[in-house]
């Protein structure tokens, strides 16, 4: 069995599929989102996270085998049943600890709990496909349909993503597409309206716009890096209703939050 | 999905309401001076007639009141949220108090106000009673071992021989039955049975006559409130009002003496028996077992004649709860701590399951739900009794009043306790009709003694503390239970566990002692007739509920702060015994210095970083059930005062139920190696210490979970936080109600829920005013946050703070 890097997990996660869920957040992420909210995920390896008081550091991403990630997952079974809950995998990035994840995925699936997966979508079709193979729901990032403007604000042109989600649609999964809605990046009407075309046409059923907040800002101090969008607000309710009867008007579900 | 608001209905209720919400509590001196009549006129008469007498007496001169507008009647003192004084219990404190400060109205939290005009009157009636009390009586009896104890405050006890016990559901379906007319026949036959040349026959004459002219009395004082309606009629002009006076008027000719006939008059009834009971006892949590249950036939009957309607019968209840709500008692100071905010602990229970599993809610229990809800008082304290197949409705509407964020219900979990009970050697149909007292403990209603929890208090945490330092106190140097050596001395953590061992077979000891001592004088000096003439089966027996009168008879003391023995061992296990990283002797020091210096907060951190109970990591959680079985090693061997003499049981189990004393319990505790700074509150409840459940709610229920609940028939108290976000919209609502179903499903005893943020509880503080009616789950009970005292409040909003 393998070992993974994991950042933290967290119970009675409730944002991140369906029912009361375990969220395991694996470290190591391919993409530089300049609005990332857990920038203690992104670097691929342990790292100093520094208190208020800047004395002790504390270290962030720990080694875990499966079977001890599973053990974690296990505790809170009578919560999944009774909630229709179960583990999501989310990041960091999944696919870039694609066996890893798969095996957690599978063993999950062998005592019969549901399993999703949040990813960006980044990373090679054999990995993807390696890890949907035990994802019963998949939780798809879209930000920005222009590769360009992908390239500028994640790091990443999506290429890759928008591939690796046709292929995926066609594995006939449940799937729902997450958009993240940053104000001035890819709120426009265009992006968000195409991306719901889109979902349209790889019968994709369901969309969840996220609303931009800054609750992240304080970590990048706490890791000494700079915090690019420093003066955004998050986008108003009106401008969030207003976008998901835009996705709605394309026949697909829309929900604001996770 | 729309928030449910819950907005009172009724302009009288709203007035009402308004009414005792906005009164200033107080206090009333004529119980005192009408007992002190009482006694000193029948100075040699048994002490059941003189209690009868004393009763009578009360009940025949308080001053009595109908308030406009009210549709229940019957008060508690002169005025309501006015507590009437018990000067047979306790007298010496109140002298002390008023010499010291002039009144009652100074203190930090729980403050009264005695007239001015009364003060001279009760220092006098004081002078009688000094030295004739039962706490001066009990404090003869306790032995010197047991003092020093109580001043290291390992254990407590005083709220026993001061207050009296309390804590009893009465037989109301009984009287609801056959009216107290039945229960003064069932007395008359006992006595015609009577063989008076048979030993013991003498007594129990006395005790039947005695039931007998205190079921007459309470049926007298209705009459005075029937008398007193129709005086009214006279004076008002209003045609409604009078015809509410005429009915109240009709209600107290016939009811508590004969069986009501209707909705209204069932709750006339109990109300009445309630609150006598009150006027008897200063014991408090006297509960209303299964409302729900009892009255249902007569709401049922009246629905389906047309005679009442919901509406109607909500006005009725919300009258019910404000009396509820208008009782309080007078505590010392001292005591008052254990449970802030003037909890009087009236429990209604509602919902629950009968012998054939079959759920037992009705259109009653939610109409209570809502009731409760609308009125946002603190009173009554309301449970549910949930199970694996209570109705959706029921779960989802009891999840709405949680949501509407005043900590009310509380759930109690059918699945952990009946069969506890069962356990327990209570009959199958018993246990499955079980209701909770007070606040997280269960009894039979109508045949279960006093007090199933509620004894003495064990401060477990203070017991590490005395272990760590071979039995001496750092704070009072006091030296109790010396030979196991110190901290330093142990060489494995073996050693250091056979050491806690000793030291908890010694205080549980101790408090075994206290309870005897607070019991045999209870017994001899207070006994309660009306209460114990609706015991079963203290009429057929010939005695009283204290010698051995009840059916069942098992209590348990509230030990408190395990959360934090747990961690402190754990974080001894691991620095000093495995890891060897830390000195004892380092560490002894840090604490005796309340982790001063640079050295000191760094090993506080280190102590803080150990595991904690409440994340569901068997470490520590192992450490908890450790901990506790050692205690319950020990109380299983003991027995109450009532073993042998005819209830089954007669023996002592556990409980974590120990309401606000985790505040004063921390005061007197010093620095400990959970990282706790000297004199912080512990833990309460089986719930974790403050700030240390990182890993949320499903942690907490992961951990409580382990601890042998099965075994703390006591009850077992869980708070849990909730942010409300966490409870907002339907998508977090629905998960909200998956996890009160995964803690039925988890066989957890007991959880009740603080939905309100902290952010709210800072702005109370600043602005108390405005906030008056903020309502706060304090340990098993709620609170007016605004009356607590700022250390209170502050141990709430640390609870309440913490982000998962």
């Not at chain 2, 009390?133 to 104890?149: F, G, I, R, S």
């Not at chain 2, 003495?456 to 050596?485: I, W």
């Not at chain 2, 509230?558 to 060897?580: D, H, P, R, T």
């Not at chain 2, 942690?699 to 966490?726: A, D, R």
Request: aromatic content about 8%; glycine content about 8%; hydrophobic content about 35%.
């Amino acid at each position: 069995m393998s070992e993974g890097l994991v950042a933290r997990i967290e119970s009675y996660g409730v944002y991140d599929g369906p029912g009361i869920r375990t969220v395991v957040f694996l470290k190591g992420c391919p993409l530089r989102c300049q609005w990332c909210s857990s920038p203690e995920t992104q670097h691929r390896g342990q790292e100093y996270y520094y208190g208020e008081d800047s004395s002790k550091g504390e270290l962030v991403g720990r080694y875990m085998s499966v079977e001890e990630v599973v053990e974690v997952v296990k505790q809170d079974m009578t919560f999944y049943n009774q909630s229709g809950g179960g583990v999501t995998l989310s990041g960091g990035e999944v696919l870039s600890q694609a066996k890893f994840s798969a095996e957690i995925l599978k063993r999950c699936q062998e005592e019969y709990i549901h399993t999703a997966i949040e990813t960006s979508g980044y990373g090679s079709w054999g990995n993807f496909k390696q890890v949907l193979e035990f994802t019963d729901l998949v939780l798809f990032d879209i930000k920005h349909l222009d590769s360009n403007k992908h390239l500028e604000v994640t790091g990443v042109e999506n290429t890759w993503i928008i591939d690796n989600l046709r292929r995926a649609a066609q594995l006939n999964k449940e799937m729902i597409i997450r958009i993240p809605v940053i104000p001035g990046v890819n709120d426009s009407k265009e992006n968000i309206s195409q991306t719901a075309q889109l979902a349209q046409e790889l019968g994709i059923k369901e969309v969840h716009l996220l609303a931009y907040h800054s609750l992240g800002r304080e970590k990048y101090a706490r890791l000494d890096r700079e915090y690019l969008l420093e003066n955004l607000e998050s986008p108003s309710d009106e401008k969030m209703n207003y976008l998901k009867k835009l996705v709605e008007s394309k026949g697909i579900k829309a929900q604001i939050g996770g | 999905m729309k928030d449910k608001v819950y907005q009172i209905q009724s302009p009288r209720v709203e007035k009402l309401r308004e009414s005792v919400l906005s009164k200033r509590p107080g206090v009333c001196i004529e119980r005192a001076r009408y007992i002190t009549e009482a006694y000193q006129e029948n100075e040699a008469a048994p002490i059941y007639l003189k209690r009868a007498k004393a009763v009578e007496k009360i009940l025949q001169n308080m001053s009595i009141y109908i308030k406009d507008g009210e549709l229940i009647v019957g008060n508690q003192a002169s005025d309501e949220r006015t507590a009437p004084i018990f000067p047979e219990y306790a007298v010496e404190w109140m002298e002390a108090e008023i010499e010291a400060e002039g009144n009652f109205d100074k203190r930090s939290g729980d403050n009264f106000h005695l007239p001015k005009e009364h003060i001279d009157e009760l220092l006098e009636l004081v002078q009688y009673w000094k030295g004739k009390t039962l706490h001066a009586k009990c404090y003869q009896l306790l032995p010197d071992e047991v003092k020093k104890a109580s001043k290291v405050k390992v254990i407590h006890g005083e709220g026993n021989m001061t207050s009296g016990d309390g804590h009893i559901v009465p037989d109301f379906e009984k009287v609801l039955d056959k009216g107290l007319e039945g229960i003064i026949a069932e007395a008359q036959a006992e006595l015609e049975k009577l063989d008076l040349g048979e030993v013991d026959a003498i007594r129990r004459k006395a005790f039947l006559e005695a039931i007998i002219l205190t079921n007459k009395s309470v049926m007298n004082f209705a009459k005075r409130y029937a008398q007193l309606a129709k005086d009214q009629v006279e004076e008002v002009a209003d045609p409604t009002i009078k015809e509410e006076l005429i009915k109240i008027a009709e209600l107290c000719e016939r009811v508590p003496a004969k069986a009501p006939r209707n909705f209204y008059e069932a709750v006339q009834t109990i109300w009445f028996i309630h609150l006598v009971l009150q006027i008897e006892s200063n014991g408090h949590s006297a509960s209303l077992g299964r409302v729900d249950q009892y009255l249902y036939p007569f709401y049922k009957n009246d629905i389906e004649e047309g005679t009442i309607t919901k509406e109607f019968v909500k006005e009725l209840l919300e009258c019910l709860w404000i009396k509820l709500f208008s009782i309080i008692k007078l505590r010392p100071t001292s005591h008052a701590g254990y449970g802030a905010g003037y909890p009087t602990y009236q429990n209604v229970t509602i919902g629950g399951q009968n012998a054939q599993g079959k759920d037992e809610t009705n259109e009653l229990s939610y109409l209570i739900l809502e009731s409760v809800a609308e009125m946002k008082l603190t009173q009554p304290n309301l449970s549910v009794r949930v199970h694996t197949n209570s109705p959706e409705r029921f779960l989802r509407e009891a999840a709405e009043v949680i949501k509407a964020g005043y900590g009310m219900p509380a759930l109690h979990n059918d699945e952990i306790i009946i069969p506890s009970l069962l356990d327990k050697g209570v009959s199958y149909e018993d246990a499955y009709g079980y209701t909770m007292v007070g606040c997280v403990e269960v009894a039979v209603p109508g045949k279960w003694g006093y007090r199933c929890t509620g004894m003495t208090f064990l401060n477990m945490l203070k017991a590490l503390e005395l272990t760590l330092n071979d039995g001496v106190d750092p704070r009072t140097g006091y030296e109790l239970f010396k030979g196991q050596g110190n901290l330093n001395d142990f060489r494995s953590f073996d050693q250091l566990w056979k050491a806690w061992e000793a030291h908890i077979a010694y205080y549980t000891k101790l408090s075994v002692i206290v309870d005897h001592v607070a019991d045999t004088q209870l017994e001899e000096l207070v006994p309660d007739i009306l209460c114990s003439s609706l015991v079963n089966d203290c009429i057929k027996r010939g005695k009283t509920v204290k010698e051995g009168g009840a059916i069942y008879d098992m209590v348990s003391g509230l030990q408190v702060g395990l959360a934090n023995v747990a961690n402190s061992f754990a974080s001894i296990k691991k620095y000093i015994f495995e890891e060897k990283s830390l000195k004892a002797e380092e560490l002894m020091e840090s604490l005796a210095n309340n982790f001063a210096g640079d050295r000191g907060q760094f090993i506080k951190k280190m102590l803080l970083d150990a595991p904690k109970y409440g994340n569901g990591d068997d470490y520590v959680d192992q450490l908890a059930v450790a901990a506790y079985k050692t205690y319950m090693n020990q109380i299983k061997n003991y027995k109450n005062t009532r073993y042998g003499r005819g209830p089954i049981g007669g023996n002592y189990y556990m409980s974590t139920s120990g309401i606000s004393s985790n505040v004063p319990m921390g005061t007197v505790t010093g620095a400990t190696p959970d990282g706790r700074e000297a004199e912080k509150p512990t833990a309460e409840g089986a719930s974790p210490t403050q700030g240390t459940d990182v890993k949320g709610p499903t942690g907490v229920l992961n951990s409580v979970t382990k601890l042998p609940t099965m075994m703390i028939t006591g009850g077992q108290l869980l708070n849990q936080k909730f942010p409300p976000e966490l409870v907002a919209g339907e998508r977090q609502f629905d998960r909200f109600v998956s996890f009160i179903k995964a803690f039925i499903n988890l066989k957890a005893w007991h959880v009740q829920f603080n939905i309100v943020s902290s952010k709210t509880l800072r702005a109370a503080q600043h602005n108390p005013e405005e906030y008056r009616d903020l309502i706060v789950r304090v340990a098993g009970y709620c609170a007016q946050f605004v009356t607590l005292d700022q250390k209170t409040q502050d141990d709430i909003i640390a609870r309440t703070e913490q982000k998962f």
